[in-house]
């Protein structure tokens, strides 16, 4: 008897020849299907990275107001307070150097200071002593004195106040002072998340080099009589 020996096949081979249709059904659905994925590619056009939203958290200062702080020679009970004629807001401290590149002239002297929690410093500026009374938190009322007590004066009044590591300072040019005149004021500044800061303190300068002072009335009353008096004198020369 004769034995004619086969080769043995191998797991998964089965019959290729009875099926080769169903694998070249697959092959063609498999090529369909990757010419539809890069036709609707090609119709959506390169892809485009969405962008990335970048949160950035709120300044820690808000730009200045002159309403911010107002002014009245009668006092921040007066009916008529006056806001400020410019502001300014600067990094750092109240130092006189920065004051006097504010823009608002170069020949200020500070007139008082007033420290939170209660630590007040009194100036003596053009034979005046300047005083800032109690201020604290984030808004109130602010007073300037001064010992003697004028009839009028001029003042080229500079407020400053500052909290953290910024100050905002407010310039009243040319506003008459009678010994114990001030206003409203309120804290512009803010943390990252929105919330007011007390102040630190509160400062008064005032240009006490080139401000006009007005002599008072009864300088103005004793030169009138002076020159009244040489007018006399004068008529009795002549006749």
Same mark, same amino acid.
């Given at each position: 008897m /004769?034995?004619? +020996?086969?080769?043995?096949?191998?797991?998964?081979?089965?019959?290729? @020849?009875?099926?080769?249709?169903?694998?070249?059904?697959?092959?063609?659905? !498999?090529?369909? =299907?990757? =010419?539809?994925?890069? !036709? @609707?590619?090609?119709? $959506? #056009?390169?892809?485009?990275?969405?962008?990335?939203?970048?949160?950035?958290?709120? &300044?820690?200062?808000? &730009?200045?107001?002159?309403?911010?702080?107002?002014?009245?020679?009668?006092? &921040?009970?007066?009916?008529?307070?006056?806001?400020?004629?410019?502001? $300014?807001?600067?990094? #750092?401290?109240?130092? +006189?150097?920065?004051?006097?590149? %504010?823009? !608002?002239?170069?020949?200020? /002297?500070? /007139? $008082?200071? !007033?420290?939170?929690? #209660?630590? @007040?410093?009194?100036?003596?500026?053009?034979?005046? /002593?300047?005083?800032?009374?109690?201020?604290? #938190?984030?808004?109130?009322?602010?007073? %300037?004195t001064s010992e003697p007590s004028p009839t009028s004066l001029i003042l080229d009044l500079i407020i400053v106040i500052k909290a953290s590591n910024t100050f905002a300072a407010y310039w009243f040019n040319d506003v008459l002072f009678d010994g114990s005149s001030g206003g409203h004021w309120k804290s512009i500044f803010t943390n990252g998340q929105g919330e007011v800061h007390q102040i630190s303190h509160i400062t008064a300068y005032d240009d006490a080099i080139t401000g006009s002072r007005m002599p008072e009335p009864g300088s103005l009353a004793l030169l009138g009589l002076a020159l009244a008096g040489l007018g006399v004198m004068r008529r009795r020369t002549h006749t």
């Open positions: /004769l034995y004619i +020996l086969k080769p043995p096949i191998e797991a998964g081979q089965g019959n290729l @020849s009875g099926n080769s249709g169903s694998i070249k059904t697959m092959v063609g659905k !498999f090529s369909r =299907a990757v =010419a539809l994925t890069l !036709f @609707s590619a090609a119709l $959506a #056009g390169p892809a485009v990275a969405k962008p990335t939203t970048v949160t950035t958290p709120p &300044p820690a200062t808000e &730009p200045c107001s002159v309403y911010d702080v107002t002014y009245s020679v009668d006092g &921040p009970k007066s009916t008529t307070l006056q806001i400020a004629d410019d502001c $300014a807001v600067r990094t #750092g401290n109240d130092k +006189l150097a920065e004051i006097n590149k %504010l823009g !608002f002239g170069d020949t200020y /002297l500070e /007139l $008082a200071k !007033f420290d939170t929690p #209660g630590t @007040s410093s009194s100036n003596d500026v053009c034979d005046y /002593l300047w005083t800032l009374d109690l201020v604290s #938190g984030i808004s109130g009322d602010w007073v %300037l």
